[in-house]
Structure formats: structure tokens, C-alpha cells
């Protein structure tokens, strides 16, 4: 068959160059319509379910709607985890499905479920969150007002910029954050209402009633049709103010004469400022899930403009301030960077080797042709281009069958003195190493299957790499039996190959003639020291320590800042405002922007409380930076100059890690001990202790226990003795104690926008017990009886936040991990609190979670790719002897990848599993080529020392030159320090100190334990 494949190509060379050509110009097209991001969406498939009640207290927030949803939602097909959380004002219930779930699927799910959930009246109905994975945070921008007006700003945003950008396709939702989101409030004085005996019920009634618009139908008037419709919704402060409440002796009582209608916002429950000079809007734009990150964010670019000029009419400003695509094109610079330089390193070693320009030109060209070939592939799977599916390929495994097989034809033309054709010559030179090369490639392949069987975060990591690896090898195959032929057939000839070996390889050979000759003499001692080597490498690999995956280095900044409960917005929002000026003023050639957002934004798609703040850091590039050379030691410095600042804890970390991790396990570190009970004193305890512990851990950095409790709450608790005797409802007092936050009671319309019209109570009564009290409710009978007289009104202390999962409370201990590897951090940690809490109930999550499902995988994966390896061997030879001969090479690359990592001072990671997965495919390709001369040699009569020894020279160019352009190939991977280039490293790492220590065994420990299995005789 393959016989077959590369005479039929030498036969029709005309149609394998047309059909090469097509081939690269639908790659070419390929490549234009391929998504392009930074790094693949990770997040699992997500609903998330908001529901806002202004009001309402977090207990109450759990009881009446986060348990009744989460009760409703229980069953849902493919649903893998519900959890909630339930704070001031607002229900979230994130539900998580299995990996392949349809989201529009499970949101049709969710919704029909929500239509059987009976909430309490007052909330807002449940709303599903934006159809956007937990990366679809692409874009940020501030608006600020004229003289700094936060109302006016939050109108532009909300009426403005807001519609313009959704316009843009392929956004799903754009988010407000911060400022003063208008209302018209009816601000009741409880002395007038007395003097003029009118309650606050009395109010909200009028005002119910006397704003609307209806429509009368239509009236018949000379032949035409009048639509009738009566106007009587107000839209001044003035129109407002006029609504009568009741008339007494034909006086009317005005609402202006027992309240002050002012123009004021709803319950603040976010702040945001930027650069140190106060509070400004925030908004945030979100990606529709699928599209392409680049696309929509270009396509917002050239919608903010248009958007700038209609604010600067307004005398507002508009500035972005982060922009995923930055992030984007500094990771695919770093990926082009590497696949150039890598590019260059291999054809260099082609044309040093080889000493033929053309010949290396022709292997060269297998490089463009089978990405070409992977990016068809690619589109059709739906894999993006991102720093995994692209910055892994090496170019040097993508050429490695190319080399043999041209090396082998230029080999064969210098030696050839029979005047046959060439097109004759290079048949047979491909038909000669046809076999290892096929197989060698294959076993690259098929070693990348075991992959694919990875799960959870680490899969959508490692498949799309693992893919378009396996996509380029097949496109490199497929042209080392077509088209290699044909182009050599083509543009090699006996006179351009006629000038003998390279200098370089004639040099070489002259070491190594004697250097493997005294190894095969001393095959006791070569096959003893390869040995001790290899054992000497187990007690290393044990010491190196384990992580998930390298981090990102984003190019910005994330500090996550936590206060003390109870912290109001204000003082939250002058705090980070504090930090901002501060850090401003020391780091001014690092820091090119900051801003800090607190609390929740409009759409809970970042649930904080008030007293949590994200600090946003974007970096100017290092050249200009004067206060450090690298982002640790900015970090460092960054942590020195808010270490005298008192009254918060606060951890590092970047825009897509914190996000990544928060949306994986709802939590937003490295690490996060949860705690399951139902109390929540003795839930506040067991984590506080639990921080104790985990700070005395070496390693831990920012351990921070989730406040709890600690809120301040003003009670109003009713006497139903005192309510039955007058004749009054619950709901006649509850009114009442609801308008002290805001009652709505319809809505205001000006011009095509429209602010909510709510009932309050002045602020002085609210924080006043004492006023509070002698507040007047209307009894049927008549009477004006006091608030004190039907409720006990004191000050209690609530939970802040209540987080559950599967319906069961949960407190939260969480950590990052500096200095030390993730791995036997946890270790210690669980070591020592499993000592302590032995029968609760205490789970590990964050990023430690991801790697020990990823562990689990591998260790069962990469025992499956050494046997895929020796079944594939086994069936090129159809000998057990030679398959585990060649077989060896592997365990020789295993040493050479665990040193690297130990020098570089790296720990075991998913990437680096992966690296030794590849690694073992790779390997086996020199092997092969080397075992399978000898065996040639043997068959034509040779005895096995001087075959071994003759195959040792033979393949001495192929050998190195594999080894070479495949380690070459990842050189600038392993040492690129641009951003995105901390996750390429380690794969490339071992992938090159493997291939170094297998080479060797290759050209030494090979040929001596051939011969020192085999004997000196013919067949062995």
C-alpha cells in the first residue's frame, strides 16, 4: 500500500503539486475564518439564575427564594452541581451541568422550572444570567460626568452607551457598575404626615393610583377613527408633587405637603473608582458564547467610537480600560515569535546537515504545508487558535518524517553510479525508510490519543492541543509519502547531491566511529552506568513537586482587597480610592491604569459583598518600568506599599486567572477549604481555625476565612397580639418598614427613558430608633397608632453572605500558594486539618481540584500510551526482542525531561505531563530508524556487531538531525519570556531534555544492547 502511495505520486507529479496548491489555498481560507483568543474557554456549562429583592435581609434572601429555587431546579437532566449565594439584596443560584451539555438547552430547563417557583411578592422575578461562559468578560470602560455627577454618569452609561454597544453582534451583554442609578423618591416627613393625619399607606396609594396612561379604545368622529387614550402619568418632580392625597373641608393634601420629591438612586450595592481620583462608572462588555473574542472586540472598538463623540457632545468621557484583545495579540505575537524563530533553527540544521540548499528547502516546505493542512482540520472541529492549540506544535516533529525520508534520497543519489533515472532513485530511498517513518509519525499520533480521554478544566486545556498536533502530523505524514517524493524527484539531481557528505557530518562521524565502537567493547559498563542513570532519576522525579498548570502572565495586575463586615459603600469606596492614589503616586512608570470595582454590578455576573474590592492593574510595557524588572518583583514592591495599610487582607492575582477560578469552584484562589454545617457559629469557628492553620503553612500567601457574620441589622419584629387587637395585617406595618429602603410604586418617564418612582423614609428616621418608632400606621377603625406600639424595634448582628452547595450551608478558607508547589502544599494542609476536624465535612477546591483530577488522569493515560508505543512497534517488527529494544528509549527520555525540569527548578505539571506524552511517541522515532538499518543489514548477510556498527554510521545524519529540528524546534518555547510563554515552557522543557538523553541512547546505549542481546552471530 504505501509502495503503492509513492508510486502513483511519482507518476502523476503534475496532479500532487495541483492538489497540494488547492490543499494550502483552503488552508489559507481556513485561517482567515478561525476563532483567535488567548487561551481556550475553560468554564463549565453554567446557568446562573439572579434574583433581586432591594430589601431584603440575607436570611431572607436564602429562605424564601435561594432554597425554593434550588429545590425547583433539583433533577434538572445532566445537572452536576447547585450552588447559591444569598446576601443583601440579592439570590444567585449558579447551576453547573456536565461537560456536552447544550446551554440553551439548560437554560430552556431552568426556565420552565422557575415557572413553578413561588416567590414572596415585592423581589423582581428571577433572570437568567448573560449567555456568556465565565471568560466572556472582554471589555471595560469608565464614564464620567461633568463635574464628576455619578447620576448623570450612570444615565449616560444606562441610556447611552449601554444600547449602542449591544448592538454590536456577538455581544451578550453589557453590564453597569457603579454610580447613582436615578429614581424619583417621594421622601415622606413623618412630622407632616402627622400634622396633617396621613400615613405613609395613604401615600403609596395615591401615588399608585394617580400615575398612569390608559388607553380608551377608539372613537368615530366625521368619518374618522380618534384613538382615546387619558393622560395622567406625571414626569417632573414638580408633576409629582402636586398628586393629591385626600381632601379635607374641600382642602386637598398635596403630596408636597408631607413629603420632599427629590431626584435620588436606588440602594447602592457597588461602588467604583479609578485612578485614585474617586468614584466614576464602570462599564463591562460580555462575549455571546462561541463567537470569536477578537471579532467582538474589534467590532466594540469601532462602536466606543461613535459612543465617545455623542458623550463629548454631552460634555461626558468615555475611556477603555481593558480590552481582551491586548492580551490576545501579546500571546499570539509570543506564539508567532516562537514558531518563526523555530522555523529558522530548523531549516538551519536542515541545510548544516543535509549541505543541500534545495534539499532542505524541500523538507522545509512540509512545515507551512501541513499547518496549512491542521488549520482545515482545525476549523472544522471548531478549535481555536490559542496559545495551546498553537503553541505547542513543534515544527521539528511536523518535518521529522520529511528528514528521513529526503536525507535517505540525497543519500542514495550521492551513492547511486547507475545512470537510472532520478525519479527511479528517490522511489526506492522512499520506499526504503517508508516503513519507520509511517510508523514513527503514527506513534507521535496515537500517543496524543490518551489526551483526549482528559476531563474536567485540564481537557479543555490539553484537546485542542493534542487535536491540531494530531492534525499537523497527519497533514506531515500524508506529504512524506507524496509529495517529499515528488519535490525531490523534482529538484534533486546526481550533480546537485554530487559533492559528498557535509562537513559537519564527515566531522562528526570521526568522533563517533571510535566513540560507539569502545561502547559496544564495553557494554557492561555503558548498559550498567544507563541504568543507575535511570534509577538515579525516580527519587528526583519524587522531589519535584506538582501544580495544575504554569500561570498566565496576563500583563496586568488583580489585587483582591478584603475589609472588615459592615463596611459601608462609601467608606469601601474611599478606601480603594486611598489605594489607587497611593499606588499611583509610587509606581508611575508601571502602572499605565487602575481602577477598583466593589460589590455587585447591575447583573450579578460578579457577586461580591460590599466589603470585598477587585484592584484592576493595567501595566505599561517593561521597558519603562523603573521600579522593577519583572511583574514578581513589581508585585513584591506593590505588597510592601500597602502592608502599613490597616483594615483589610488582600491576595494577587490577573483578570482571567481570577475569573477562571472563581467561575470553576466559586472561589477565587489557588486553594479554598470548605467547610459544610448547618450552624453558622460553629460553621464561623471551624473556619476560623482553619485559617489559623492554613497560615502557619509554608507557602500560603493572602489565607483570608469568608466573612460570615458581622452584618449590622436593624430589626423590626411584630407583635401579633398588639396587631390582632387593633385589627390591623402583617402587611398594613410592613409597608411601612419596607418604604424605609424604598417602596416602588410605579415608574417616571422622561422623554424615551424611564426611572423607577419610589416611597421612602428620610435617612435620619431610618438610623434613628427612637423616630422610628413613633412613625403613625392607620388602624380601620381610625386610629394613628405608633410603630413602637405594634413592633420592638433593636439592633441585632446577621450573617453577611450564605453560601450553600446541594442545599447545605458552607463556609470558605481560601489561599494562593507562593513559593512552593501546589501539590504538597495541600498535602500538608489536609495532613494537618484532617488531624484536627477528623469527622466534618471539609472538601479542597480551586486549582488543587483540577490537578488532582488531571493526576488521576495521567496516571492511567500514560501507562495506556506505552503500551499504544510498544503495540505499534511490535507491529512494525513483528518481534517482541527488537519492539522492546527500541522500546527503551523511552524510559531514556523520561530521565532527560525529569532533569530538565529539576535544573530549570520547575514542578511536575500538566504541561509537563503532556511533554512526556509526547515525548514518548517522539523518542521512538530515532529508535526505529536505527533498529530498522540494522535489522536490513543483517537480512543482506552482515554479522550483528558490524551491522550494528555500520547502522550506527549510516544513521548517524538522521538521527541527529530528528533529534535536532525536533528539540530545536521548542528552543524558543523553552526560553521565551513574552507573555503567554509561561505555559509553553515546561512541555517544551522536557521535550528537550528528553530528546537530548534519548539521543544519546540512540547512538550508545542502542547499538550495545543490540549487540550485547543479539551476539556476534548472523541472525542472533
Keep these: 500500500m504505501l509502495n503503492w502511495i509513492i508510486d502513483v505520486s511519482l507518476k502523476h507529479r503534475t496532479l500532487v503539486l495541483v492538489l497540494t496548491i488547492v490543499l494550502a489555498g483552503a488552508g489559507v481560507f481556513s485561517l482567515g475564518r478561525l476563532s483567535i483568543d488567548a487561551l481556550p474557554d475553560v468554564t463549565d456549562v453554567m446557568v446562573q439564575i439572579n434574583t433581586v429583592a432591594p430589601a431584603l435581609s440575607p436570611l431572607e434572601i436564602e429562605q424564601q427564594i435561594s432554597a425554593k429555587i434550588e429545590q425547583a431546579m433539583a433533577g434538572l437532566p445532566n445537572l452536576k452541581l447547585v450552588r447559591s449565594l444569598s446576601k443583601f439584596g440579592l439570590s444567585q443560584v449558579t447551576l453547573v451541568f456536565e461537560d456536552g451539555t447544550d446551554l440553551y438547552f439548560a437554560r430552556a430547563q431552568a426556565l420552565e422550572r422557575l415557572q413553578s417557583v413561588e416567590l414572596p411578592e415585592g423581589p423582581e422575578r428571577p433572570t437568567l444570567g448573560p449567555v456568556a461562559t465565565g471568560l466572556g468578560e472582554i471589555y471595560h470602560y469608565i464614564v464620567t460626568a461633568p463635574g464628576g455627577d455619578l447620576t448623570d454618569a450612570r444615565v449616560l452609561q444606562d441610556w447611552i452607551v449601554k444600547p449602542q454597544l449591544l448592538s454590536v453582534p456577538g455581544v451578550a451583554e453589557v453590564n453597569s457598575w457603579g454610580g447613582f442609578e436615578k429614581q424619583f423618591h417621594v421622601v415622606v416627613d413623618p412630622a407632616r404626615l402627622a400634622k396633617h393625619a396621613v400615613t405613609v399607606q395613604d401615600v403609596i396609594e395615591a401615588l399608585e393610583r394617580s400615575n398612569a396612561n390608559v388607553g380608551g379604545g377608539v372613537a368615530k368622529a366625521s368619518g374618522e377613527i380618534l384613538l382615546v387614550r ?44 479609578a485612578e485614585g481620583q474617586g468614584e466614576a462608572v464602570l462599564g463591562l462588555g460580555f462575549m455571546l458564547m462561541g463567537q470569536n473574542s477578537h471579532v467582538v472586540a474589534d467590532g466594540l472598538k469601532k462602536k466606543m467610537e461613535e459612543v465617545k463623540r455623542l458623550a463629548e457632545m454631552k460634555g461626558a468621557h468615555v475611556r477603555v480600560v481593558y480590552d481582551r484583545t491586548e492580551l490576545v495579540d501579546f500571546v499570539i505575537k509570543t506564539v508567532k515569535k516562537n514558531l518563526f524563530e523555530g522555523a529558522l533553527l530548523v531549516v538551519a540544521v536542515l541545510f548544516l546537515f543535509l549541505g543541500h540548499f534545495r534539499a532542505a528547502l524541500i523538507v522545509a516546505a512540509a512545515i507551512p504545508l501541513s499547518m496549512l493542512f491542521a488549520f482545515n482540520l482545525m476549523l472544522q472541529a471548531g478549535i481555536a ?134 561502547a559496544v567493547e564495553h557494554r557492561a559498563l555503558v548498559l550498567g552506568s544507563a541504568l543507575i542513570i535511570v534509577l538515579g532519576t525516580v527519587p528526583q522525579a519524587l522531589k519535584l513537586g506538582a501544580i495544575f498548570v504554569p ?22 469606596g474611599r478606601m480603594s480610592a486611598r489605594i489607587e492614589g497611593l499606588l499611583r503616586e509610587r509606581f508611575p512608570d508601571e ?41 514578581e518583583e513589581l508585585t513584591r514592591e506593590i505588597d510592601r506599599a500597602l502592608k502599613p495599610l490597616p483594615g483589610m487582607s488582600y491576595a494577587f492575582t490577573q483578570p482571567i486567572e481570577m475569573r477562571f477560578n472563581e467561575m470553576i469552584a466559586g472561589i477565587r484562589t489557588d486553594v479554598g477549604v470548605k467547610i459544610f454545617g448547618d450552624d453558622f457559629e460553629e460553621l464561623r469557628a471551624k473556619a476560623a481555625r482553619i485559617e489559623s492553620i492554613l497560615g502557619d503553612v509554608r507557602g500560603a500567601e493572602g489565607v483570608a476565612a469568608e466573612p460570615m457574620v458581622g452584618q449590622p441589622v436593624l430589626q423590626i419584629r411584630l407583635d401579633s397580639e398588639a396587631l390582632s387587637r387593633y385589627g390591623l395585617r402583617a402587611r398594613d406595618v410592613l409597608d411601612l418598614v419596607e418604604a424605609m429602603g424604598g417602596k416602588e410604586v410605579g415608574e417616571v418617564r422622561v422623554d424615551q427613558r424611564r426611572f423607577p418612582l419610589m416611597v421612602r423614609l428620610p435617612e435620619r428616621v431610618v438610623e434613628n430608633p427612637d423616630l422610628l418608632g413613633t412613625l403613625l400606621v392607620a388602624a380601620p377603625e381610625g386610629q394613628r397608632l405608633s410603630l413602637a406600639k405594634l413592633a420592638r424595634i433593636e439592633r441585632a448582628s446577621g450573617p453577611m453572605v450564605i453560601n450553600r452547595e446541594w442545599g447545605r450551608r458552607r463556609a470558605l478558607v481560601t489561599a494562593n500558594v507562593k513559593d512552593r508547589d501546589l501539590g504538597s502544599f495541600v498535602a500538608e494542609a489536609e495532613r494537618r486539618i484532617r488531624a484536627e476536624f477528623p469527622e466534618d465535612r471539609i472538601e479542597f477546591g480551586g486549582q488543587y481540584e483540577n490537578l488532582v483530577r488531571a493526576s488521576t488522569t495521567l496516571s492511567y493515560v500514560v501507562p495506556l500510551a506505552m503500551l499504544l508505543i510498544l503495540f505499534l512497534v511490535y507491529s512494525t517488527y513483528g518481534n517482541l526482542p527488537d519492539s522492546l529494544r527500541v522500546f527503551t528509549g523511552v524510559p531514556f527520555a523520561m530521565v532527560g525531561g525529569v532533569l530538565a525540569l529539576a535544573l530549570r527548578g520547575m514542578p511536575f505539571s500538566v504541561s509537563a505531563g503532556i511533554g512526556f506524552v509526547a515525548l514518548s511517541g517522539v523518542s521512538v522515532l530515532a529508535d526505529m530508524v536505527m533498529v530498522s538499518t540494522i535489522r536490513q543489514l543483517i537480512d543482506a548477510g552482515m554479522e550483528v556487531k558490524a551491522a550494528t556498527l555500520k547502522a550506527a554510521e549510516l544513521r548517524l545524519r538522521p538521527v541527529l538531525m530528528t533529534a535536532l529540528v525536533a528539540s530545536l524546534g521548542f528552543v524558543p518555547m523553552a526560553f521565551n519570556t513574552g507573555i503567554g510563554a509561561e505555559v509553553q515552557r515546561p512541555l517544551a522543557t522536557v521535550v528537550i531534555g528528553g530528546l537530548m538523553s534519548s539521543t544519546i541512547l540512540t547512538l550508545f546505549v542502542l547499538p550495545t544492547l543490540y549487540v550485547a542481546l543479539r551476539g556476534r552471530g548472523r541472525r542472533g
Excluded at 475 to 494: K, Y
Excluded at 602 to 628: C, N, Q, Y
Design 385 to 518: 487558535g490559542t496559545l495551546m492549540s498553537l503553541g505547542a506544535i513543534d515544527f521539528g516533529l511536523i518535518v521529522d518524517s520529511s528528514v528521513i525520508m529526503v536525507e535517505n534520497a540525497v543519500r542514495r543519489l550521492q551513492e547511486d553510479r547507475s545512470g537510472r533515472p532520478t525519479a527511479e532513485v528517490v522511489a526506492e530511498a522512499a520506499k526504503e525508510v517508508r516503513k519507520p517513518t509511517m510508523f514513527g509519525e503514527l506513534i507521535i499520533m496515537i500517543v496524543y490519543v490518551p489526551v483526549l480521554a482528559l476531563q474536567g478544566v485540564e481537557g479543555k486545556l490539553f484537546k485542542p492541543m493534542a487535536l491540531t498536533v494530531m492534525f499537523a502530523l497527519l497533514g506531515s505524514l500524508v506529504f512524506s509519502l507524496t509529495l517529499m517524493p515528488v519535490l525531490a524527484s523534482l529538484f534533486l539531481s546526481r550533480r546537485a547531491v554530487s559533492h559528498g557528505e557535509p562537513w559537519v557530518i564527515a566531522w562528526l562521524k570521526g568522533l563517533y566511529r571510535p566513540a560507539v565502537a569502545f
Design 230 to 273: 387619558g393622560i395622567g402619568s406625571v414626569s417632573t418632580e414638580a408633576e409629582i408633587g402636586g398628586i393629591t392625597i385626600q381632601a379635607h373641608d374641600g382642602r386637598p393634601i398635596r403630596i408636597r405637603d408631607v413629603a420632599d420629591v427629590t431626584a435620588g438612586h436606588e440602594i447602592r450595592r457597588g461602588v467604583v473608582t
Design 551 to 572: 500561570e498566565l502572565d496576563e500583563g496586568s495586575i488583580v489585587i483582591n482587597t478584603v475589609r472588615l463586615p459592615g463596611v459601608s459603600v462609601e467608606e469601601s
Design 591 to 631: 502602572i499605565r491604569s487602575i481602577w477598583t470595582r466593589t460589590g455587585t454590578p447591575e447583573v450579578a455576573t460578579d457577586p461580591m459583598g460590599i466589603e470585598v474590592s477587585d484592584v484592576f492593574i493595567m501595566l505599561h510595557p517593561r521597558e519603562r518600568w523603573t521600579k522593577a524588572r519583572t511583574k
